[in-house]
């Protein structure tokens, strides 16, 4: 069975999970969040991963905010564990593609979820004319 864990420095994690839910429903049922909050360590965190991804029963998707991040090094410490994939840089377009269109995650897979993530990233800065009668 495939587990998705959003981990997320504070509460990221927990409003992606509640967008999630108004979007696909009932389809986030297999999600998990981790929040990282001031005074706690991450590696604490990842340490009781590592338990329940050793035993290799499941798959395991981390998806975490910051690239680099204390988050995001401590869950590189599991993907030593070939059921163990971890993703950096969080956004919906994402998870979305996650949840609805990959069944199975292999590098060919990653990599197209990972492009269809970034186009989903644009800055709209063109200011576009009306004209009083379009109102």
Do not use: W
């Amino acid at each position: 069975m495939r587990k998705i864990i959003l981990a997320s420095h504070g509460e990221l994690a927990k409003g992606m999970l509640n967008s999630l839910t108004m979007i696909v429903g009932d389809l986030v049922s297999n999600i998990e969040v981790f929040c990282l909050y001031p005074g706690e360590n991450p590696m604490d965190y990842a340490e009781s991963q590592r338990p329940r991804i050793k035993a290799g029963d499941d798959e395991f998707i981390y998806v975490c905010d910051v690239k680099g991040g204390s988050v995001h090094t401590a869950l590189m410490e599991l993907t030593v564990y070939p059921n163990m994939k971890l993703f950096c840089g969080m956004n919906m377009n994402l998870l979305l593609g996650l949840l609805l269109s990959c069944p199975k995650l292999d590098e060919s897979s990653a990599q197209k979820l990972l492009d269809d993530a970034r186009s989903g990233i644009d800055y709209m800065s063109t200011v576009v004319e009306v004209e009083d009668d379009d109102f």
